[in-house]
């Protein structure tokens, strides 16, 4: 018998991983917190410690820290829960540069300086300052004799007279923040020029350094952000938003391509204690036919957008029937809007129906309770969306699919040579990076199968793929895709173009039954 070749040619084989896998749809918070540098587009929170490491940076005193506390602590019907947060400052209005410090030396060893000295840098003006610490009782009062220091400079105008220094608890460290805001101002600082040099000391030899920055919109920062994170989706605030801010942002969303937002990366999620507004604002955007964005009525101030951001994040698209219905999640902690039961209210019209109803017509969603007796369970909803997409399910779903297209084909572009631009075999090859995507979809549930279509949709895929038999492969297999023919600027741009139509699953959310009683 001959040898055989694996003498020769011996082959160890290693698994190979994608390049990028595909996350869940985390939310991204806003947050006008001045503890956030410039040198920070965003931070992201995830894991086991991710709320630990939260608190750490901020604190568990704010709004912030509620809302991640309610997002993180959301657990679905199949046990998913949210994996990630995403953070970003949305600067309201001009910050001002500052200086971070960290941990500085004990006040006792502080109280030894009697010209702690270091050199304060401010949009190019230099100041050394010195401050007698000898008499401090503690961190804050160092933090006072430093600012007195630096006001003393009046030479170099508001940024320095005008400068400010706290100690805090959160951040661990003294914080220098300059007296003038914009993108222009910038601050540095390093050793002594004279004096004792207490730089380490105070803290700030590894100090984080923020340079100023410009006020921006709401529209600014989700635009900002956006093209700074696309792995975040949900973005939504605890700040008070005015409702010409909400309009803003939502028609920075709208981009319409066949009755859809170009930007399904990402979603908007408002969150507003009062009723008359809440209708007011979604009276408007829907005379706009704005969609793509989520308006939670939440008078009992319980931050609902952090429960609608966690449902979104929960949703698991990787697994069998991973999709699910807004509607019907559960909402522990919340506490239902559905208590109308005062006589009066009733005979007055005042019922939990007809606020639901009030509300549901408006597509806002709110935490509903659903009683049968003594029995309850709440719940949010009712999952409705203003515009072409009309539960928020198929948004979110939509998004899910775009992000796993997008993946699965830039996965194909980094571990493979090429990607032949001409010829059947080229079309086939995109076929097979589609095609699964298309499957998956079709397994947890976002894209039906064996559906019907309207004689709309119908003449509507006609004319998209000029295919007498698409509208029957959309019916019968969920989806139907064509790989356009190359066009000269196709060529020009090394560029393909797929066409996708699919059939959305959607869900449930009421059954009609209607007796027909015979013999009576």
């Given at each position: 018998?001959?040898?055989p070749?694996?003498?020769?040619?011996?082959?160890?084989?290693?698994?190979?991983?994608?390049?990028?896998?595909?996350?869940?749809?985390?939310?991204?918070?806003?947050?006008?917190?001045?503890l956030?540098?410039?040198?920070?587009?965003?931070?992201?929170?995830a894991?086991?410690t991710?709320?630990?490491n939260?608190?750490?940076?901020?604190?568990?005193?704010?709004?912030?820290?509620t809302?991640?506390?309610?997002?993180?602590?959301f657990?679905?019907?199949?046990g998913?829960?949210p994996e990630?947060?995403?953070?970003?400052?949305?600067?309201k209005?001009?910050?001002?540069?500052?200086?971070?410090?960290?941990?500085?030396?004990?006040?006792?060893?502080?109280?030894?300086?009697?010209?702690?000295?270091f050199?304060?840098?401010?949009?190019?003006?230099?100041y050394?300052?010195?401050?007698?610490?000898?008499?401090?009782?503690?961190?804050s009062?160092?933090a006072?004799?430093?600012?007195?220091?630096?006001?003393?400079?009046?030479?170099?105008?508001?940024?320095?007279?005008?400068?400010?220094?706290?100690?805090?608890?959160?951040a661990?460290?003294?914080?220098?923040?300059?007296?003038?805001?914009?993108?222009?101002?910038?601050?540095?600082?390093?050793?002594?020029?004279?004096?004792?040099?207490?730089?380490?000391?105070?803290?700030?030899?590894?100090?984080?350094?923020?340079?100023?920055?410009?006020?921006?919109?709401?529209?600014?920062?989700?635009?900002?952000?956006?093209n700074a994170n696309?792995?975040?989706?949900?973005?939504?605030t605890?700040?008070?938003?005015?409702?010409?801010?909400?309009?803003?942002?939502?028609a920075?969303?709208?981009g319409?391509?066949?009755?859809?937002?170009?930007?399904?990366?990402?979603r908007?999620?408002?969150?507003?204690?009062?009723k008359?507004?809440?209708?007011?604002?979604q009276?408007?955007?829907?005379?706009?036919?704005?969609?793509?964005?989520?308006v939670?009525?939440?008078?009992?101030?319980?931050?609902?957008?952090?429960?609608?951001?966690?449902?979104a994040?929960?949703?698991?698209?990787?697994?069998?029937?991973?999709?699910?219905?807004?509607n019907f999640?559960p909402a522990?902690?919340?506490?239902?809007?559905?208590?109308?039961?005062?006589?009066?209210?009733?005979?007055?019209?005042?019922?939990?129906?007809s606020?639901?109803?009030?509300?549901?017509?408006?597509?806002?969603?709110?935490?509903?309770?659903?009683?049968?007796?003594?029995?309850e369970?709440?719940?949010?909803?009712?999952?409705?969306?203003q515009?072409?997409?009309?539960?928020?399910?198929?948004?979110?779903?939509?998004?899910?699919?775009?992000?796993?297209?997008?993946?699965?084909?830039?996965?194909?572009?980094?571990?493979l040579?090429?990607?032949k631009?001409?010829?059947?075999?080229?079309?086939?090859f995109?076929?097979t990076?589609?095609?699964?995507?298309?499957e998956?979809?079709?397994t947890?549930?976002?894209i039906?199968?064996?559906?019907?279509?309207?004689?709309?949709?119908?003449?509507?895929?006609?004319?998209?793929?000029?295919?007498?038999?698409a509208?029957?492969?959309?019916e019968?297999n969920?989806?139907?895709?064509?790989?356009?023919?190359?066009?000269?600027?196709?060529?020009a741009?090394?560029r393909?173009?797929?066409?996708?139509?699919?059939?959305?699953?959607?869900?449930?959310?009421?059954?009609?039954?209607?007796?027909?009683?015979?013999g009576?």
């Open positions: 018998m001959s040898l070749f694996s003498k020769f040619v011996p082959i160890a084989a290693t698994v190979q991983s994608a390049a990028f896998t595909v996350e869940k749809k985390h939310m991204l918070l806003a947050m006008d917190n001045a956030i540098g410039t040198g920070t587009p965003y931070k992201e929170y894991g086991a991710a709320l630990t939260f608190a750490a940076d901020f604190g568990t005193t704010t709004a912030d820290y809302v991640a506390q309610k997002y993180f602590g657990l679905s019907k199949t998913s829960a990630k947060l995403v953070v970003a400052r949305w600067y209005t001009a910050a001002a540069p500052f200086v971070k410090g960290t941990k500085p030396a004990t006040v006792a060893a502080l109280k030894e300086l009697t010209d702690a000295s050199l304060l840098t401010i949009s190019g003006a230099e050394n300052v010195q401050a007698d610490l000898s008499t401090i009782a503690s961190y009062d160092a006072q004799r430093l600012q007195a220091a630096i006001n003393n400079n009046t030479d170099n105008g508001a940024a320095f007279t005008g400068a400010t220094v706290e100690y805090s608890t959160i661990g460290g003294f914080i220098i923040t300059a007296g003038a805001a914009g993108a222009g101002e910038t601050i540095a600082i390093a050793a002594a020029t004279a004096g004792t040099d207490a730089l380490a000391q105070l803290g700030f030899a590894d100090a984080e350094l923020s340079a100023g920055a410009n006020a921006e919109s709401f529209a600014e920062f989700c635009d900002r952000i956006y696309t792995a975040g989706f949900s973005i939504t605890t700040a008070a938003l005015t409702a010409e801010e909400i309009q803003d942002a939502v920075w969303l709208q319409s391509v066949g009755g859809q937002t170009i930007y399904t990366a990402c908007l999620v408002f969150n507003i204690n009062d008359t507004t809440a209708k007011a604002i009276s408007t955007l829907k005379e706009l036919s704005y969609t793509g964005y989520v939670c009525y939440d008078p009992n101030a319980q931050w609902v957008n952090a429960l609608d951001c966690a449902i994040a929960s949703t698991d698209y990787q697994v069998a029937n991973g999709a699910l219905n807004f999640q522990v902690g919340y506490t239902a809007i559905t208590k109308l039961g005062d006589v009066v209210n009733y005979q007055q019209g005042q019922t939990n129906l606020l639901a109803a009030e509300l549901d017509d408006l597509c806002i969603s709110y935490v509903y309770s659903v009683g049968f007796g003594t029995q369970q709440v719940l949010y909803g009712m999952g409705l969306m515009g072409s997409f009309r539960t928020e399910d198929i948004q979110v779903n939509e998004a899910a699919l775009q992000a796993q297209l997008q993946t699965e084909i830039m996965n194909g572009f980094v571990s040579n090429k990607l631009l001409q010829g059947q075999d080229a079309k086939g995109i076929g990076l589609i095609t699964p995507v298309l998956l979809f079709k947890n549930g976002s039906a199968m064996d559906g019907k279509l309207s004689n709309t949709d119908r003449n509507s895929i006609f004319q998209a793929t000029g295919n007498d038999a509208a029957d492969a959309v019968q969920g989806y139907y895709f064509q790989v356009q023919d190359l066009t000269t600027e196709d060529i741009l090394r393909v173009r797929v066409l996708i139509c699919y059939l959305s699953a959607g869900v449930v959310n009421q059954i009609r039954i209607v007796d027909n009683i015979y009576a």
